[in-house]
Structures are given as C-alpha cells and as structure tokens.
C-alpha cells in the first residue's frame, strides 16, 4: 500500500477553514468542476460555461495565477461566427497574486478579456480539504443586456 506522506503532512499543518491563512494552501493546480452565474434578484444560479465546463487554475510558489475555463463543448472553424463563438465560450487571464484573510487578489496582467488586463480580478475563497468554493464580489453582468447585478461561484478540486 503506497502513502502520500506529503498529502497527509499536509492535511496535518494546515487545518481546513473557511481563511486561507497565507498562500500555502492555495498553491498547485485547481481543476474547475462548476461555473456559476448566481443573480443576486432571485439567487438563481445558470451555468456560465455549461453543465461540465473543462479549465484550471495554477498558483505558483511564485506568485502567479494562471487560469483558463472553456465551455466542454466547442467547435472549431474560422468563419467570423465561429470565432466569436470560441471566444464567447472561453476566458482567460495571468497575474502575480496575494492573498488578503480570504481574499485572493490577482493582479491581471494578461487576458482573453482586454477590458481585465492591468485591473484586479478578487475573489472570495473558501478552502475545505481538496476542494475550493471561489466567489467573485457582486456587480453588473457584462454578458447580460440589462445589466443584471451578478456574481460568479466557481467548485474546482485540487488536480491530482
């Protein structure tokens, strides 16, 4: 019978709670189970990149956050209705990251979204063994046309 020694040292040192306490916990590779749209007039929740979304985030040890969700299905071609369809169904982004209590800052360097590039994505993170519940603060949706008050709840699990 094979031991992650690591794992368990791990689940040891650092308790599970709702605060991050320090980057430590956060870095390796998420992968991203759900995606979210909650709207704060109903609390109903829609899927933003359908029923089974593929993506991951990576923090480093260094600093960086890397992250990239794509609808699961999406199809190619390079007529311009494909294109944006491609682009509608994916984002994007990398910046160097800090943690605050249980905020995550990342400070967006990079993105699939130009608007993002040189602003701050936070979100709120909650941290339970394996698994981490990220919510985005409430604002105005940018994918709806009267503008619904939104915020995005991302499930992801730590990559095995």
Known sequence: MRIDFMAAIRRTVVPDGPALEGKG?????????????EFQSSGQREPA????????????????????ITAKERQPGNSLEHLA????????????????GDKLIIDVDISS???WTGGAQERFIKIAGDTMEMVTPWMPSPFHADRQVVRGVLNLERAK
């Open 49 to 68: 990149f359908g029923p089974e979304p593929n993506g991951f985030f990576v923090f480093t040890a260094e600093d960086r956050a890397i992250a990239l």
């Open 25 to 37: 916990r956060l870095t390796g590779t998420w992968r991203v189970i759900s995606v979210n749209t």
């Open 113 to 115: 979204n130009q608007a």
């Open 85 to 100: 369809a491609l682009c509608r169904s994916m984002m994007a982004y990398s910046g160097p990251f800090r943690v605050e």
